[in-house]
């Protein structure tokens, strides 16, 4: 090789060097689950591997895991749903479920392990310190039997619900890992960034919609494994159906799917797409590789998992819109930014239930917004006179415990209508172009980070405003 080829394949070498190194030390060390699950009719065969990496102040010589799946066992005290909702949650009759945990090593080694909590929800594996920049592999071995149910997890006429499913690692705050326990109202979770490596082999007549992006499909006679990746995630979910209709599109670097049971799919494909483009343009880009919404029968309106929202199937069709919007404002309200949902489920709920206003506004119909916000209000107001009828004192608190919520109306009423009002309001007074600019300013601050009501009033002002509906000073 001539010395001048020679020289510049030097400079290449030294160039892509420094800006791998660069990159890496721009991106932060994130812990991974590596899991792999085997679907049978009835149950899941699991093996996560969870690579922790410690990059807390704290040293650890444990990690406790959450069993999400154990809420839906017999007699459990934290029960997935109320009872005023089980008819929807188990059109079949009451049906149980529960993960089994059949043996755990770290580092490749047997590792000490117990259960914890009333319904035995939490896993607490014990190894050796570990100190700040050292890193553990726990390797843990699952059974899960599945309910049938139309929840976040459970068989069904329609399909498979798989969230919630397998071993969760507890947030950590303040140096020690919280335990936070199912609730049948709301949503009881608080979930770190992490990265997923995730395969999945289900009968083959099955389609499978995920949270994460496809790297690898293999064909095995009756069966078929799907690999996905996901960075950045809060959560992974699947669901799974014979019959689905699947509509498919690339917009932006970004690969959007529907999963849908109707002849519907190009139109919602189509929703998709501009709520993807609208969002993105008034609070800040998608970050994800794909997103996907998938019908399936579920007792709720619908859910957000990080990459994939659930939609019940049977909704009206302008329900069913409205829906969508707000299931994949939780991409930028949730995903993208999270918080702590089991304390301060108003924060994404009401970021997300504005943000739809704010499409139906600007991209369907302003007569539609405008019902949407009186509707919300008259719904808020009939909550607020029915409970001081009832009790004669209503806890209109916004920030507090799911357990104090003494039902699903009470819960709507103080997490979706009141924390819709608040924003709404809040973009009357500060105007909407400047409260949507706060917003984007909002999401560049806190992106892959964790917001809460200090990390708000910083962003977009209007500190005694927010304070006062949060702390339930505001009468409506």
């Known amino acids: 090789m001539r010395f001048a080829a020679r020289l510049l394949s030097a400079v290449i070498f030294i160039s892509f060097t420094f800006a791998t190194l660069t990159s890496c030390k721009r991106e932060p060390a994130r812990s991974l689950y590596d899991l792999s699950i085997v679907y049978e009719e009835g149950k899941i065969e699991g093996k996560l591997v969870y690579k922790f990496v410690n990059s807390y102040d704290s040293t650890?010589?444990?990690?406790?895991?959450?069993?999400?799946?154990?809420?839906?066992?017999?007699?459990?005290?934290?029960?997935?749903t109320t009872q005023s909702n089980e008819v929807r949650a188990y059109p079949d009759g009451i049906s149980y479920g529960k993960i089994d945990i059949l043996g755990v090593r770290a580092d490749n080694k047997t590792a000490e392990w117990t259960l914890l909590g009333e319904d035995c929800e939490f896993l607490k594996v014990t190894f050796d310190r570990l100190k700040k920049g050292d890193s553990i592999s726990i390797e843990i071995d699952f059974h899960v039997d599945l309910p049938n149910s139309a929840l976040r997890l459970g068989e069904n006429q329609n399909g498979v619900n798989l969230a919630d499913f397998f071993p969760v690692a507890c947030k950590i705050k303040g140096g020690d890992f919280m335990q936070i326990s199912y609730a049948p109202v709301g949503d009881p979770f608080f979930a770190d960034l992490h990265d997923y490596e995730v395969d999945i082999?289900?009968?083959?007549?099955?389609?499978?919609?995920?949270?994460?992006?496809?790297?690898?499909?293999?064909?095995?006679?009756?069966?078929?494994t799907y690999s996905y990746e996901l960075k950045n995630g809060r959560d992974f979910a699947f669901l799974l159906s014979k019959n689905y209709r699947v509509q498919s599109v690339t917009a932006d670097g970004t690969v959007l799917t529907y999963y849908g049971f109707g002849d519907d799919g190009k139109e919602m494909l189509e929703l998709m797409t501009d709520c993807v483009d609208f969002f993105s343009k008034s609070f800040g880009k998608y970050q994800y590789k794909s997103l996907s919404l998938a019908e399936c029968q579920l007792a709720l309106g619908g859910m957000e998992y990080t990459g994939l929202c659930f939609i019940n199937c049977s909704l009206q069709k302008e329900d069913k819109i409205t829906v969508a919007v707000?299931?994949?404002?939780?991409?930028w309200w949730h995903s993208m930014i999270g918080n702590d949902q089991s304390l301060s489920g108003y924060l994404d709920e009401g970021l997300c239930e504005y943000s739809t206003y704010l499409y139906v506004k600007n991209r369907i119909d302003k007569s539609l917004a405008n019902d949407m916000i009186n509707s919300t209000k008259l719904s808020y107001k009939s909550f607020f006179t029915i409970e001081e009828t009832l009790s004669g004192d209503v806890n209109t608190a916004m920030e507090r415990e799911l357990d104090s919520f003494k039902s699903e109306y009470e819960y709507s009423s103080v997490a979706?209508?009141?924390?819709?009002?608040?924003?709404?309001?809040?973009?009357?007074?500060?105007?909407?172009?400047?409260?949507?600019?706060n917003l984007a300013d909002f999401y560049k601050k806190n992106l892959f980070g964790v917001a809460d009501l200090n990390s708000l009033i910083s962003a977009l002002g209007y500190?005694?405003?927010?304070?006062?509906?949060?702390?339930?000073?505001?009468?409506?």
Request: net charge negative.
């Open 60 to 80: 650890f010589n444990h990690i406790l895991f959450n069993l999400h799946a154990n809420a839906y066992k017999e007699g459990a005290i934290h029960r997935p």
């Open 201 to 224: 082999t289900v009968p083959s007549e099955y389609t499978v919609a995920s949270s994460g992006y496809p790297t690898l499909t293999a064909v095995d006679g009756v069966s078929t």
């Open 326 to 331: 707000h299931e994949i404002a939780h991409s």
């Open 416 to 437: 979706y209508s009141k924390s819709l009002i608040m924003f709404y309001e809040y973009g009357i007074a500060i105007g909407e172009d400047k409260a949507v600019k």
């Open 463 to 476: 500190g005694e405003h927010f304070r006062s509906f949060v702390e339930g000073k505001v009468l409506i």
